[in-house]
């Protein structure tokens, strides 16, 4: 060993540094906290250097001289001498940070640069650096005289995504709306924000509510909404049961192919039901006859016109379209006269519905009512109803 130290050293001359390196260990392997990163995020780098803990009873530093920088570098941007610190006595692992700052870009689409690019610092936690949105960074380390450890890493935009927390929500459920897009981490020390639009069938123009970030470094953004059966407001979205929500934002960081300039919305969308079912939304009273004044009459008679009268009340906070079938059969079981009505019936609404009705004959009828939500989707709003009378 001794006589290699001394070949080395005939060859490459004498070494510099805070201290000696142990030239049977010449490794000390660059590693960062993720594989990957957006354009503004911030690097943690560490770099596994016992060689260069030169006191064991304090916190070292590497990198700082000329002689054995660290450089850290993007494009034509770099940071060299770059200090990094031991991350405790006697732990030979030193570590720093850089923050990404990007490059002058409109990720909103407003018009307004969102970004403020720029290359500085010295370590170990102070460094900005600029970068492109398919760049590189690398991470050199001069270990030794003329042994260079080099690390690097890509930078990259990424395709957004939004999602609701559920398929499905109950009118009286909290919607949670999630955007994750790491791109949109503008500033690594900071809770960020992003604006979604969100709307629904019934109300096509919407609102926009503001995503908060859920950590400084997460790209993770979280809205919450409340769904009104009245109307829009604020950080509530007019819907109805059956509605379809929709939420979207507007993705200017894309990675390739596209281009800086291109921009795609990115929309997810979601399910209202009532927290109602929809067989009881409707409730409807048993009917009664009467007479054409109104009045209720017990005796049937064959060819005497009478009204079929039914109650119906809206049991939820919003209005109702619905159709109302009278259906009446005869002994046989025989369809002998169907009729329906059309209507909407505003919240908590109780209304009186009639038809008139000339019994054919003397015969045993049943008269049934169905409540239904339209004639094209037929959903039941309310239990049918069956009565059985006798006419003479």
Known sequence: MYEFLLVFL?????????????????FAPIFTDKPVYSWTDKIIISIIAPSWNSNPNQIDSIGQTESHAIKISSGDNFLKPYRFTETSSNSGIFSGEVILTGFLHD????GIFDTNP???GNGPTNGFLESDNDD????SFEFADGVVLVESFPISWNHGVIQF?????LTNDPVQI???DSDLNLNPEIIDTTTVEVFSDSDNGGIQVIAMETSERSGDFIATIQISTETSSGNRLYALPGDKIFAKYDDHTLPKPFSKSDNQYVETFATINSSILPINRIQVSPIFLSDSS???ITNYLSNLQMQIVGIVENKVSYNQEFIYFFQIKNSNDSVISLSWIQGQLSPN???DISQSWIPPKSDTYILETYVWNSLNELIPISPPTFTIITVD
């Open 10 to 26: 005939v060859l490459f001359g004498p070494v510099y540094a805070e201290s000696i390196p142990d030239y049977q260990k010449p």
């Open 107 to 110: 990720v909103n689409g407003d």
């Open 118 to 120: 720029k290359t500085i």
């Open 136 to 139: 590189s960074i690398t991470v």
């Open 165 to 169: 927390s559920k398929d499905i929500f």
């Open 178 to 180: 999630r955007v994750i």
């Open 294 to 296: 109104g009045n209720p």
């Open 349 to 351: 609404q109780i209304l």
